[in-house]
């Protein structure tokens, strides 16, 4: 997809998980890249298998759950060949991840500033410098009054403030890549507007790779260059997020964004997709989507790959292709 | 609940796990000899005979005592009492701690919640032993005649340890209607138009149904010992009417001179029935929850 | 003028603080306003939208007009007279769907159930028979199928557990019925479907809706008028078409440029929701509002115009200074 060698490779990632009700695979064959700087979406709803690929693409998974890949670069480097303290390692330091609910993901008993340090602590940096860069970090996300904030509990804080912490707690190390899986979907609508104008500056002053994680389209369309769709496990559809978003080739995201509301009242009924998505312990080959999709017919029931249907576009469709 | 499912769900993980089959069959077991002793008994409990201290053997199963009185036939006649004890003591601790759990947490917080909350906290801050102790030194070991009723001794054990378990049933009652009346059901029943009554009875306590009769299980288990306990001491069940307790301290001496069935039978049979209690307990906890097998299926 | 089927008048919810052990020691306990003095006007057949952040106090004023929980102060009636007088036939008549669906319906009783109960509790169908025919015609209605009755709700998607929501709340035939974020709890694709149902129910049973939503999106496609509520009070209430184009006050500008931004930028509004216990003196906003003068901490803000468009902001009051 793109000439130079990208940050991150993810090539044919499969995971498996044993559930009671049976073996499911939340990202089957699934492919990306992410340049250095760039910020990719992936857009799904629950269920989809976003979190799970996120999470298995820097091998953060289960003890049981099984990954297959075919191959795994960041930054150089073979992440299928490191072992468990190198990965510790790396994501200690060159990858950072936030997570949706800030409350659960810091440490009640201890403050922000203790916090920060320690994380910074663990990488050789003296009590100074992490202090100093602790403080930096909090003015740069614009927290205001950022002394008495290092000094304060994560239950001192709004939801807002905590997921800033957090923000802050994976910049510490000044990582190359951010995983950001659903970090506004827990607050209110002007928060997740100040947080998202807040990632999307903080990428462009330190050159930071983010992998998005949102079943938001809109807050997709804000922050991403591009956006990968998953549905049932599957990649269906990436490709830049301003021609994704104005022209989908396929099915299911043209589907999701026309579900969205955008006209006023009396326009008549949504045009909603029908049914449910389908139950991934029970997944038949062929298009996951087929089911519920207006143009399914005998082609969909064979299994569908990504192609390329344009510009640096990639569909799971065979209308698409064709 | 629909019971149905609830017995299928109970038959599949004893056929799963045969270690809780163990413990249901020793459970009808004993409730085969608590109904039937006369019937699997052959000998009388309390008849004494010439026949002492002997041991196990064809005609005496479990040997015999100092008396000369059977053990097998003393043991299967206390199983009566002790399940009786143990089920009696549980359901009034139950009949009293459930509404009183379930009006405290309706009416957290209170003073009617503080008020309830609070006795509890006293009666729990007894060592039950000791305030067993207390009550049945105060009111004697002797059957006690009030205006035509004569109450047996008995009743008051049962009574006296069935109070003392009010404020534990009563706290996990508290504790889980607490957090079920936090749920939007019991808005949406208010919201229809459901009395306070309803609401409590019909929607919320079968919710709270599961922690507290596997606790009742559990309950059944620590009251028997509590039983056993105060026989030992000569405090509750009156010789020579036999108790499991009672034959373990009338054995004491025997302990050391060889004549180990004395204490090993009637000690056997306290330690597998509170430990069946107790397994089908965590049971019950597998069994009685609907949702939970499906809700461990969600990735 | 249509007739207002619900009325709120200057109606406020203060919850006391939680007591702490030695709090009786206080001389006055520390307050949450939740709602304060809010007036709202409901017409029949009206699909009344409450937009607003968390902790405006939008799902407290929609139990209050249910008098699932009583006001603190002000009033409620519902067509024309007091509901308190009869409120067993005020809940016929008035109903509530709820945000979570999972937690909404009674895990332990099968949907069959769930439906039957406001049946049973309003003496709703003679019989077993009559109960049963009723339970599937509400399942169909809803766009379930009929033998849905007999499961329970870990059964369900989370989309059929809301369409079960639903159903129970038009069980018993209300008017009017209190809709808590009925999507927000749901997956991007199922929303559209249920948005969809609550449309169609209300046009074709003559329904009345208080539709509380955080979707600026939803709630312009699917009401008539919309209020913005900030921090226990309604700042500015107009036509949900007036509300989309030009909105007056300046939160309502802040959360519409907020929903419906296109590029990354901040919210324009800095700084936190201040907490209900203690809120801002004069307009609960104005530490936050870029157009805030002397007056705004000074003075609150009355609220201009009539019961259908109105805002509570000194800008259009004589000036911020």
Request: aromatic residues 4%; proline residues 7%; charged residues 20%.
């Amino acid at each position: 997809m793109l000439e130079s060698e990208p940050l991150f490779r993810v090539r044919n990632l499969t995971t498996r998980l044993n559930t009671e009700a049976g073996a499911i695979v939340p990202s089957d064959s699934v492919s990306f890249d992410i340049a250095a700087g760039e910020v990719l979406g992936l857009v799904g709803e629950s269920g989809s298998g976003k979190s799970v690929t996120a999470r298995a693409s820097v091998r953060l998974q289960k003890p049981d759950d099984a990954i297959k890949a075919g191959e795994l670069w960041f930054a150089g480097r073979d992440l299928r060949r490191l072992d468990a303290a190198q990965l510790r390692e790396l994501r200690a330091s060159e990858i950072a991840m936030i997570v949706q609910d800030p409350a659960a993901a810091l440490n009640p008993v201890m403050t922000v500033g203790a916090q920060l340090t320690r994380v910074a602590r663990e990488k050789g940096m003296s009590e100074q410098d992490a202090a100093a860069r602790a403080l930096e970090l909090l003015v740069q996300l614009r927290i205001a009054d950022p002394t008495r904030r290092l000094a304060a509990y994560p239950h001192e804080l709004s939801g807002g403030m905590r997921q800033r912490v957090l923000i802050a707690l994976a910049l510490m190390c000044k990582p190359k890549l951010l995983i950001a899986d659903e970090p506004t979907t827990a607050l209110d609508v002007t928060v997740e507007a100040d947080i998202l104008s807040l990632l999307d500056a903080l990428r462009r002053d330190l050159g930071m790779a983010m992998l998005l994680i949102s079943h938001n389209l809109s807050v997709v369309a804000r922050l991403c260059d591009r956006v990968a769709v998953m549905y049932a496990g599957r990649l269906v559809e990436i490709g830049p997020t301003p021609s994704v978003l104005a022209d989908p080739r396929h099915p299911y995201t043209a589907a999701l964004l026309a579900s969205v509301p955008r006209g006023a009242k009396a326009d008549g009924p949504l045009p909603a997709i029908p049914g449910e998505p389908p139950d991934l312990a029970r997944l038949a080959p062929g298009c996951g989507f087929r089911a519920r999709c207006a143009q399914a017919g005998p082609e969909c029931e064979k299994p569908q790959t990504l192609q390329q249907v344009g510009d640096g576009r990639f569909s799971a469709c065979w209308r698409a292709i064709a | 609940m629909n019971r149905g499912k609830t017995i299928g769900r109970l038959l599949g993980i004893v056929r799963r796990d045969p270690l809780a089959a163990a413990a249901f069959l020793f459970l009808l077991l004993l409730a085969i000899a608590a109904l039937f002793p006369e019937q699997i008994a052959a000998m009388s409990p309390n008849r004494p005979s010439r026949l002492r201290l002997l041991p196990p053997g064809d005609v005496y199963l479990f040997g015999t005592d100092q008396f000369g009185r059977d053990i097998f036939a003393r043991c299967v006649h206390a199983t009566s009492v002790s399940l009786l004890v143990g089920l009696t003591t549980v359901a009034i601790a139950l009949l009293l701690g459930v509404p009183l759990g379930a009006i405290a947490a309706f009416r957290s917080p209170g003073k009617i919640d503080s008020g309830i909350m609070r006795t509890m906290d006293v009666l729990m801050a007894f060592p039950p032993i000791v305030l067993a102790i207390a009550v049945v030194a105060a009111l004697g070991t002797q059957d006690i005649e009030i205006g035509p009723f004569t109450v047996p001794h008995i009743t008051k054990v049962m009574v006296v340890i069935g109070l003392l378990n009010v404020p534990k049933v009563a706290r996990i009652v508290r504790a889980s209607v607490l957090v079920e009346r936090n749920e939007q059901y019991v808005m949406a029943a208010r919201a229809v138009g459901a009395s306070e009554a309803r609401v409590l009875f019909r929607e919320v306590l079968p919710n709270c149904a599961s922690p507290v009769a596997v606790y009742a299980t559990l309950l059944v288990a620590t009251s028997i010992l509590t039983e056993a306990s105060l026989s030992f001491l000569g405090l509750g069940i009156q010789p020579p009417q036999p108790s499991w307790g009672g034959m373990l301290a009338d054995s004491r001496t025997y302990v050391m001179s060889g004549q180990w069935w004395l204490t090993v039978f009637p000690g056997l049979l306290i330690f597998l029935s509170v430990a069946a209690f107790n397994l089908a307990g965590d049971l019950l906890r597998d069994a009685l929850d609907p949702a939970q097998i499906t809700r461990r299926g969600d990735a | 003028m249509k007739t207002p089927l619900l009325e709120l008048a200057a109606v406020s919810k203060h919850y006391e603080v939680a007591a702490a052990p030695l709090a009786g020691l206080l001389s006055e306990r520390p307050k949450v306003r939740a709602v304060e003095g809010v007036s709202l006007s409901v017409a029949q057949g009206e699909i009344m939208g409450l937009v607003g952040e968390s902790g405006s106090g939008k799902s407290t004023l929609g139990r209050l007009a249910l008098l699932l929980e009583p006001p603190t102060a002000g009033s409620v009636r519902f067509a024309g007279a007091d509901p308190q007088a009869d409120l067993n036939a005020f809940r016929r008549r008035a109903q509530m769907v709820f945000q979570d669906p999972q937690s909404s319906l009674n895990r332990s009783k099968t949907v069959g159930e769930i439906l039957a109960m406001p049946l049973q509790v309003h003496d709703v169908g003679a019989s077993r028979v009559a109960r049963r025919a009723r339970v599937a015609e509400l399942l169909t209605s809803v766009g379930l199928r009929a033998d849905a009755a007999t499961r329970y709700p870990h059964e369900l998607s989370g989309g059929q557990r809301q369409r079960v929501g639903i159903a129970r709340a038009l069980a018993i035939e209300p008017a009017f019925i209190v809709l808590d974020e009925p999507t927000s709890a749901l997956d991007v694709s199922i929303q559209a479907q249920i948005a969809n149902l609550l449309v169609e129910l209300q046009q074709r049973l003559a329904l009345t809706y208080l539709f509380i939503s955080h979707d600026l999106r939803l709630v312009r496609w699917l009401c008539d008028r919309v209020a913005v509520m900030y921090l226990g009070r309604i700042v500015e209430t107009g036509s949900a078409a007036a509300l989309w184009q030009a909105p007056r006050h300046p939160y309502a500008q802040a959360l519409l440029a907020a929903a419906t931004a296109e590029r990354a930028a901040p919210s324009g509004i800095g700084g936190e929701v201040p907490s209900p216990i203690a809120p801002p003196p004069g307009c609960a906003f104005h530490p936050r509002c870029a157009f805030a003068g002397p007056r705004c901490a000074r003075e609150v803000p009355a609220s201009r115009g009539d019961a259908q468009t109105n805002v509570a902001c000194h800008l259009y009051d004589g000036g911020v200074a």
